[in-house]
């Protein structure tokens, strides 16, 4: 069973890596502590018990921070520039949660501001370079697990495409593709396939490379496959995943181009939306909108203004915009948004929006890229038209042209839709057909996935997509 433990130990480091990070930033805390009592406070030294609850507390909150700003994302492409952007970015946030709620609320636990400068910079200086050594140099190596492809047509074309990229790959190594007969021909570099004889030699082959896990992907499996040699390398600890399960697990998103009905039947997870259909859910997204309400009413007052001097007095239009959209089981309602285009902006109908398009006001343009234009929605939550977290609701001029085209489509609104959601965390902003079929596979993912805990991320990590543009 070696190498069921080499196939896990991606998943341990990633636990080593968040352990390390604790140890570095509770390590950063008690230096502060050390120093505050040191120079800046000798006649009244901190007990060494708070101390401790501090160093727990800062760290935990650090990491709090840093998760809503990206920096535990196992995709984030950065330069270490924009890393160290994130690490100050993530110790101000941390400074200010602290400062203005934590050390409000519990004002015992507050050491000063000299512990939480030193501690802030000690971080910073540590996380920095932790991270430019772990994450930016060939030890990440040592955690990936070695794959084999089998198959190499149009179905294992598909793990080429969407593996394509280093940053795609930090928990695997691709040895390579074996074609398999009854593959249809495709156009996988010769250099990265393995050629040899699966259906006598495919265990021998995975000991002598040391395989951790084997991929099936190949297009016609029938009477196809090596099946003595698959259960062999499954009872020695070797992993065997089929391709839709393999991409789920690597890229947060289900191939909706692979699935067939009894997957989706017999597959575990989609069900899981039933549970959320509770009075608990509803009040969840009741309390989360009236505390929102009452944090950003300065915003929405000031939005409303600047909307109206635009161009709202001259023209009369309303600085809100009603448009109908799918919800929940394919009930149309009309979500509620600051207005951020022209007021004759479909006057030739409906159309995608892009990202630069020439309907959008100048106001329209700031407010849509910090996600301000959606403060109105939390009206929409108030009524339970929406949740906070879900696939984003769709036009329903749209919804029928790509439920022709796209598989599986109508299955996102098996979920309440919501303000922010899986796609928009993982998949830039797009307004096309092929877009809205990239979305899909992330809605799918999450319906399948849903839980409270994923929620929460997904509210956190909502942060990212307002500092740093992701998405819309």
């Known amino acids: 069973m070696a190498k069921a433990n080499r196939y896990g130990q991606n998943t341990i480091a990633d636990k080593l890596f968040l352990i390390a990070e604790l140890t570095l930033l509770i390590l950063a805390s008690l230096l502060a502590s050390y120093l505050s009592n040191l120079y800046y406070a000798p006649s009244t030294p901190i007990d060494i018990n708070y101390q401790l609850i501090n160093a727990i507390l800062f760290a935990a909150s650090v990491m709090l921070c840093a998760l809503s700003v990206g920096l535990y994302d196992q995709k984030l492409r950065e330069s270490h520039k924009g890393i160290i952007k994130r690490v100050i970015i993530t110790l101000v946030f941390n400074a200010i949660l602290l400062e203005l709620i934590v050390f409000q609320l519990f004002s015992f636990l507050n050491l000063g501001f000299s512990y939480l400068f030193i501690a802030s910079l000690f971080s910073a200086i540590l996380l920095s370079s932790f991270r430019a050594l772990f994450h930016y140099s060939d030890i990440t190596r040592i955690r990936r697990r ?204 409906a159309r995608w929006a892009s990202a630069d398009d020439d309907r959008v006001t100048r106001v329209g343009r700031f407010i849509r890229k910090y996600r301000i234009d959606e403060l109105p929605q939390l009206l929409n939550v108030l009524y339970g038209e929406m949740g906070f977290v879900g696939p984003r609701p769709e036009r329903p001029e749209f919804v029928d042209e790509l439920a022709k085209d796209i598989p599986y489509y109508n299955q996102r609104h098996n979920v309440k839709p919501g303000l922010t959601g899986w796609a928009q965390l993982k998949y830039p902003y797009g307004a096309t057909a092929e877009d809205a079929q990239e979305k899909l596979k992330f809605d799918l993912y999450y319906i399948k996935h849903r839980s409270l805990l994923l929620d929460l991320i997904i509210l956190v990590r909502t942060v990212e997509i307002v500092l740093f543009g992701k998405g819309r």
């Open 146 to 349: 070695r794959v084999l492809v089998l198959g190499a047509g149009e179905r294992a074309l598909i793990i080429e495409r969407r593996m394509r990229r280093n940053v795609d790959k930090r928990s695997i190594d691709i040895v390579g593709f074996t074609p398999i007969e009854g593959d249809k021909e495709s156009v996988i570099d010769s250099k990265k396939l393995m050629p040899f004889n699966y259906a006598t030699d495919l265990y021998q082959f995975v000991v002598e490379n040391d395989i951790h896990q084997l991929v099936i992907a190949c297009d016609e499996r029938r009477n196809m496959l090596p099946v003595e040699h698959l259960f062999k390398c499954k009872t020695r600890g070797i992993d065997v995943i089929e391709i839709l399960d393999f991409i789920e697990q690597e890229t947060g998103q289900i191939a909706v181009n692979l699935i067939y009905p009894s997957w989706v039947i017999y597959g575990n997870g989609l069900d899981l939306n039933h549970r959320f259909k509770t009075n608990l859910d509803y009040k969840l997204n009741l309390i989360l909108a009236l505390l929102l309400l009452l944090v950003t009413w300065p915003i929405i007052l000031i939005t409303m203004l600047l909307i109206y001097l635009e161009d709202g007095r001259k023209t009369g239009a309303s600085v809100f915009y009603k448009q109908l959209r799918v919800g929940y089981d394919g009930k149309p309602f009309y979500i509620l948004k600051f207005r951020s285009m022209k007021p004759d902006a479909e006057k030739n109908g």
